[in-house]
C-alpha cells in the first residue's frame, strides 16, 4: 500500500479515480471477460425463426434476447421475421426466407466495434448509427458492402442476382467486378449471369418490408432517448426499457426501473431459458420483451413497497446471468445455470412457444409486457394504471400478420380472461397461467 497522503491530495486523487471510473464505463464495451469477442441481442422474433449458435447441433428455434455471437447463423420461415441489435442500437432486420451467419464480431486494438455479416439469401435491412466509428461489412451474393458511418440499407440475395438500395448515408459495395458507390435514395443492381456487372439507378423502389423496417427504426428512436434516468452507455435494449416501464427514485436506494404489470408477488427469474454456446457456457436469455440490458447488467433489488426494481449500472461488465440480491421476503426461482454438460437449450418457466393469433390480449398483474409487440400500443403506463386499479384490461388484437405495421390494437371494455399466445417470447403466457400479484 502506498503512504498515507494529505486530505487534500487524497480528495483530488479520489476525484481524479471516479472521473476515470465514469469515463471507463461509458467506454466499456460488452466484450466477454476481456477479450475481443463481442456479444449482442437477438432482439425481435416474430413466426419461424431458427438459430444455429456453432453448437455442431445445427439450427434449433430462436427467441427473443438470445445472445448472438461469432459464428452464429440465424434464418426465418416464410412467415418468420427477426431483428439483432448492436451495442450502439444499430440494427439488422431480416425478412422471410431470409439466412444470415455473424461471421466476426470483435473489436480492433482501438477498441472500434468490427461486425462481419454474410446474407446467404433473402432481405436483410441494415439501419447502421455508426457511433465511434463502428463498422460493419454486409456480404450478400458475391459483393461485399462497407458501412463505418450512419446509414441505412436493404440487400437482397438471390442465386442469380442482387440488390442493395440505399435510404440514408451511402455504401462501399466491392464484387468480382470492382467497386461502386451507392449514394442515398440509389439502388445497385448485381448480375451474376453477366459477371456480375452491376448497375445503379436514382431511386428506391417501395418493398412490402419497408414500412415493417421503419416502424422499428421509429420505435427505437422514440423511445431510446425519452428517458432522462436513461443512464445506460449502451443503446441496445434501451427503448425497451423506456417502453415497457418506467424509472423512479427509491429512498436509499436512488434510481431504479421496474416493468409495467408487474406485482409484489412477480418474480423476474420464472421466466427464460439458458442457451449453451461454445467456449462461454450457457448464457440466461429472459422472455420477456425487454429482458436484455436488466439480465446483463446492474442489480436486481426487492423492494417490499414496490416488488423487484432493477438497479442499473455494472456497465463494464456483461455477465451471463442476472445479478441480484437474495431475499427472504418473497419466493424466488433460483438462477442456476445447468451442469449436465448438455448443449442443448434449457427452458425454465412455463415453458412453450407462443404464435400470436387472432384473439383478445388480457392485460393483469404478473404478465410483465409478454404478450405485447413493441410500439403496439402508445401508452403502456396509463393501461398500466388501469390494470392496478381495475385488476384486468383486455385489447382486441389483429393477427400478427394482418399488415406490415406492428399497431392495430384498440382497447375493449374488460371481460373475463382469455388465453392468448405471442411470438413476442419463447414462453407461454395465457392467462390462465400468468400468477397475479397484489399491487400496493
Given amino acids: 500500500m502506498s503512504n ?9 486523487n479520489l476525484n481524479f479515480i471516479f472521473l476515470a471510473l465514469a469515463v471507463s464505463a461509458l467506454l466499456a464495451l460488452p466484450a466477454f471477460a476481456g477479450s475481443q469477442a463481442r456479444i449482442v441481442r437477438l432482439s425481435d422474433v416474430q413466426g419461424s425463426v431458427q438459430i444455429d449458435k456453432n453448437t455442431g447441433l445445427g439450427f434449433e428455434n430462436a427467441f427473443l434476447n438470445l445472445p448472438i455471437t461469432q459464428g452464429t447463423q440465424l434464418r426465418t420461415g416464410e412467415n418468420g421475421r427477426a431483428e439483432v441489435e448492436f451495442e450502439d442500437g444499430s440494427a439488422m432486420r431480416l425478412g422471410p426466407g431470409t439466412e444470415v451467419e455473424f461471421s466476426s464480431l470483435g473489436l480492433d486494438d482501438s477498441g472500434k466495434r468490427l461486425s ?5 439469401e433473402g432481405t436483410a435491412y441494415v439501419n447502421w448509427r455508426a457511433k465511434d466509428k463502428d463498422q460493419i461489412t454486409l456480404t450478400f451474393s458475391r459483393e461485399t458492402a462497407t458501412l463505418d458511418r450512419p446509414g441505412h440499407v436493404r440487400a437482397d440475395a438471390t442465386a442469380t442476382y442482387a440488390h442493395l438500395a440505399v435510404f440514408r448515408g451511402e455504401a462501399e459495395v466491392e464484387g468480382p467486378a470492382g467497386k461502386v458507390m ?32 421503419r416502424n422499428a427504426t421509429s420505435y427505437y428512436d422514440q423511445y431510446s432517448r425519452n428517458n432522462s434516468y436513461n443512464s445506460s452507455p449502451y443503446g441496445y435494449g434501451t427503448s425497451d426499457l423506456n417502453y415497457y416501464g418506467s424509472y423512479s427514485n427509491v429512498a436509499g436506494y436512488g434510481t431504479l426501473w421496474q416493468p409495467y404489470f ?44 414496490n416488488g423487484w426494481m432493477w438497479q442499473p449500472g455494472g456497465w463494464n461488465s456483461w455477465v451471463t446471468a442476472p445479478s441480484y440480491k437474495p431475499t427472504t421476503l418473497v419466493h424466488v426461482n433460483p438462477l442456476v445455470a445447468p451442469t449436465t454438460g448438455a448443449t442443448k437449450t434449457v427452458v425454465v418457466g412455463k415453458g412453450g412457444e407462443l404464435s400470436l393469433m387472432p384473439s383478445r390480449l388480457v392485460l393483469n398483474n404478473g404478465s410483465a409486457g409478454i404478450g405485447i409487440p413493441r410500439g403496439s400500443l402508445d401508452n403502456l403506463s ?14 382486441h388484437v389483429e393477427p400478427q400478420f394482418a399488415a406490415i405495421s406492428a399497431r392495430g390494437f384498440t382497447l375493449a371494455e374488460p371481460s373475463g380472461p382469455e388465453p392468448l399466445s405471442s411470438s413476442s417470447s419463447p414462453h407461454s403466457s395465457s392467462t390462465s397461467t400468468v400468477h397475479s400479484g397484489a399491487h400496493h
Fill in 4 to 12: 498515507p497522503l494529505s486530505s487534500s491530495l487524497r480528495s483530488s
Fill in 116 to 120: 462481419q455479416v454474410s446474407l446467404v
Fill in 182 to 213: 451507392v449514394a442515398k435514395n440509389q439502388t445497385a443492381t448485381f448480375d451474376e449471369s453477366n459477371d456480375d456487372k452491376s448497375k445503379v439507378g436514382n431511386g428506391v423502389a417501395e418493398a412490402p418490408l419497408d414500412s415493417w423496417d
Fill in 262 to 305: 408487474t406485482g409484489i408477488g412477480w418474480d423476474p427469474f420464472a421466466d427464460g431459458a439458458w442457451g449453451w454456446y461454445p467456449g462461454l457456457g450457457y448464457m440466461f436469455a429472459s422472455a420477456y420483451p425487454w429482458g436484455w440490458l436488466p439480465y446483463h447488467y446492474g442489480n436486481w433489488l426487492y423492494i417490499p413497497s
Fill in 382 to 395: 396509463h393501461l398500466n394504471k388501469q390494470v392496478t386499479r381495475t385488476g384486468t384490461v383486455e385489447l
